[in-house]
């Protein structure tokens, strides 16, 4: 779990989970790109940028942006050795046959083309630099169907079958591709979106960043393709 002259690309860096992630890695010796859709929410989170620390405002809809953000990590640290894709949305409430087009793109948008773009970017520099480790966010929920949730559990099961066929893709090149299925997260917008439930029992930011952070260590080398429940005390 030692991340020493190792660099970690973080997507959606600014959110709990990214704040978290960031946290951990750093712990552990890492160089931080940590992504971010605003230059004023990246202040926010982690101040200002430093040595260690890279702070890149992108839309991670637009790929040019990407390869951008990219090419200016590799011209700074020489190299991009893990990719955790924590960008990500959630919504729920309407059935399929009553959610429009919108609602499918903006989730889709959100939990896969920003995960592809992501990769699209940073797969050619780790095949070039001899392998790498990407970690990406799935959900719990999206292992079935679920009423009202249809376009929500469509795009998280796509990052699951993305990060496997990514594993069976690169394994031989020595890229290990894993993703976490978290249950709800302990964050204070969940808490106030969900008053009456036991917060107690969902996944602390902290305790999932610190599977991520596992399964981007040489640690999990010789786990591929896994998409690993993380599910808090419930």
């Known amino acids: ?32 790109v940590l992504l971010g859709s605003r230059p004023e929410s990246l202040r926010q ?26 090419a200016s990590a590799v011209a700074r640290f020489g190299h991009i050795d ?14 399929v046959h009553e959610t429009p087009d ?3 793109t903006f989730l889709m948008d959100l939990n896969v083309r920003t995960l592809v773009h992501a990769a699209h970017a940073v797969v050619p520099r780790m095949i070039e630099a001899g392998g790498g480790r990407i970690v990406n966010v799935g959900a719990y929920a999206a292992q079935k169907g679920a009423a009202g949730m249809g376009a929500y559990v469509a795009s998280k099961a796509a990052v699951i ?9 690169l394994r031989e090149r020595g890229i290990n591709v894993n993703c976490v299925l978290p249950t709800v997260i302990d964050t204070p917008e969940n808490r106030a979106a969900m008053p009456a439930a036991d917060s107690a029992r969902w996944v602390a930011p902290a305790d999932l960043a610190q599977v ?5 260590s040489d640690a999990a080398r010789a786990i591929h393709g896994a998409a690993l429940p993380v599910t808090g005390l419930s």
């Open 1 to 32: 779990m030692d991340f020493d002259d190792r660099c970690v690309m973080v997507t959606g860096a600014t959110g709990n989970l990214g704040r978290a992630v960031a946290a951990a890695f750093a712990d552990r010796g890492a160089r931080l």
């Open 161 to 169: 079958r993305i990060t496997e066929t990514l594993s069976a893709e």
């Open 212 to 216: 991520i952070a596992f399964l981007a």
């Open 102 to 104: 919108a609602g499918w």
């Open 82 to 95: 893990v990719l955790c894709n924590l960008a990500g949305g959630f919504r729920m409430g309407q059935a």
């Open 45 to 70: 989170a982690f101040g200002n940028g430093d040595e260690r620390r890279m702070l890149v405002p992108v839309d991670l809809l637009d790929q040019g942006q990407v390869d951008a953000a990219v």
